[in-house]
C-alpha cells in the first residue's frame, strides 16, 4: 500500500465517516499509523532544506516530489536511468 494509496482511502472514509464502521476505521487509522512511523527521511543540511522548500513551494509542490524529480533528472542525465522507464 502507497502512501497515496492511504491517503485517499483517508480522505475517503472522512467523507463517509458516518457510512463507515467502526473496524474500517481502524484499520485506515493503523495503516496510516504504520506508515507514518515507517517513514524514514533523509537529514539535510539547512540551507539545502531551506532551498528545496523554496523551490518547491514556486513550483507549488512539495518537497519529497521535488527530490524525486531532482533524482529523477541526474539519474537520467548521468545514463543511470532510462528516461522511458517513468
Same mark, same amino acid.
Request: glycine fraction near 2%.
Given at each position: 500500500?502507497?502512501?497515496?494509496?492511504? +491517503?485517499?482511502?483517508? $480522505?475517503?472514509a472522512a #467523507? *463517509?465517516? +458516518? #457510512?463507515?464502521?467502526?473496524?474500517d476505521l481502524?484499520i485506515i487509522? *493503523?495503516?496510516?499509523?504504520?506508515? =507514518?512511523? %515507517?517513514?524514514? !527521511?533523509?537529514? =539535510? $543540511?539547512?540551507?539545502?532544506?531551506?532551498?528545496?522548500?523554496? &523551490? +518547491?513551494?514556486?513550483?507549488?509542490? !512539495? *518537497?519529497? #516530489?521535488? &527530490?524525486?524529480?531532482?533524482? *529523477?533528472?541526474?539519474? $537520467?542525465? %548521468?545514463?543511470?536511468? %532510462?528516461? %522511458?522507464?517513468?
Amino acid at each position: 500500500m502507497t502512501r497515496q494509496s492511504v +491517503a485517499e482511502e483517508l $480522505e475517503s472514509a472522512a #467523507d *463517509r465517516i +458516518a #457510512d463507515t464502521s467502526r473496524a474500517d476505521l481502524q484499520i485506515i487509522l *493503523r495503516r496510516a499509523a504504520l506508515m =507514518l512511523r %515507517n517513514v524514514a !527521511g533523509v537529514p =539535510l $543540511e539547512s540551507a539545502t532544506a531551506d532551498t528545496l522548500d523554496s &523551490i +518547491a513551494a514556486e513550483m507549488k509542490i !512539495g *518537497r519529497s #516530489d521535488l &527530490i524525486q524529480i531532482v533524482l *529523477r533528472e541526474w539519474l $537520467e542525465s %548521468n545514463a543511470y536511468a %532510462n528516461p %522511458n522507464d517513468r
